[in-house]
Nanobody, 125 residues
């Protein structure tokens, strides 16, 4: 049974930073690509960032390029999302999941049906 637990969210002012963590269990974390997604009030869940099994390839949504950095530590079974220069538009619940790959690059397609509770990120002006 795959379990994903997100943490690290909070309330910050525009321009601030947060670091999110995704702790995975129930399978070999180091063998799959991982991704972050977010869902803002009244909107559908959207892709944010993804990273392949060894961290050598990454992929970002246009809205977060240059501001967010995805990383992972397979020994700790954990993926991270460093968020800098936060904007009010980044306000959402953030989720992690395993993702597929296209031509060797991790894409924004979630694999598992399970979505955890997520972690709330609120950016004020």
């Amino acid at each position: 049974q795959v379990q994903l637990v997100e943490s690290g969210g909070g309330l910050v002012q525009a321009g601030g930073s947060l670091r999110l963590s995704c702790a995975a269990s129930g399978r070999s974390f180091g063998s799959v690509a991982m991704g972050w997604f977010r869902q803002a009030p009244g909107k559908e869940r959207e892709f944010v960032a993804a990273i392949n099994w060894n961290g050598g390839r990454t992929n970002y949504a246009d809205a977060v390029k240059g501001r967010f950095t995805i990383s992972r530590n397979n020994a700790k079974n954990t993926a991270y999302l460093q968020m800098n220069s936060l904007k009010p538009e980044d306000t959402a619940v953030y989720y992690c999941n395993a993702v597929g790959s296209t031509f060797g690059v991790p894409d924004g397609t979630p694999i598992y049906d399970y979505w955890g509770q997520g972690t709330q990120v609120t950016v004020s002006s």
